[in-house]
């Protein structure tokens, strides 16, 4: 499932963790909201979550996963297996059209509806529309310049905005 209208994006670099999202919302091929915020803190602060898809899903998603965190105090790759195994066994859950990044200072995990929990090879993960497009420059940037993980996600994300009609340029990021 790739969801479209979204971009987030996650990249780890030297020892920083920096999660955005862009602030576009569509029904169709309708703008109907510019800022939203599908960037949010977890856990104390201690864990960062983005999500692309339906936000009602989305925001069931984090409401569970948050759930886990609490019930394996901050153990993000259990709490995430856990959410994982939910979502895919669940009868109403496994309806649910989003995908999940999330991520903590030593973890990053991609979550999806089949089960998935994948964590990357090279700490740069991007989901929605705009993902592989943000993905793709933030790996170039990261192997070309000396950018910390938070200006490699904000110019990432302008490029992916500057290319996808479903990402806008109302970055919000969350660097951990």
């Not at 995430?80 to 939910?86: G, M, S, T, W």
Request: charged share 25%; proline share 1%.
């Amino acid at each position: 499932m790739t969801p479209h209208g979204t971009t987030i994006l996650a990249v780890r670099a030297n020892g920083k963790t920096a999660v955005a999202g862009d602030g576009q919302v569509t029904l169709g091929d309708t703008v109907v909201k510019h800022g939203a915020k599908k960037v949010r803190t977890l856990y104390n602060d201690r864990v960062v979550a983005g999500f692309a898809g339906a936000t009602a899903d989305a925001l069931n998603l984090f409401d569970r996963f948050e759930g886990k965190l609490e019930q394996y105090r901050g153990a993000l790759a259990r709490a995430a297996v856990e959410l994982a195994k939910d979502w895919r066994t669940d009868k109403i859950l496994r309806r649910l059209e989003a995908l999940m990044i999330v991520a903590d200072t030593e973890t990053m995990l991609l979550l999806t509806g089949n089960g998935d929990v994948i964590e990357p090879d090279e700490g740069v993960i991007g989901i929605g529309s705009g993902g592989n497009l943000a993905q793709a420059a933030a790996m170039a940037l990261l192997r070309n310049t000396d950018m910390d993980a938070e200006a490699v996600v904000r110019a990432a994300m302008e490029v992916a905005a500057s290319l996808c009609i479903y990402t806008n340029d109302r970055i919000t990021v969350v660097t951990l």
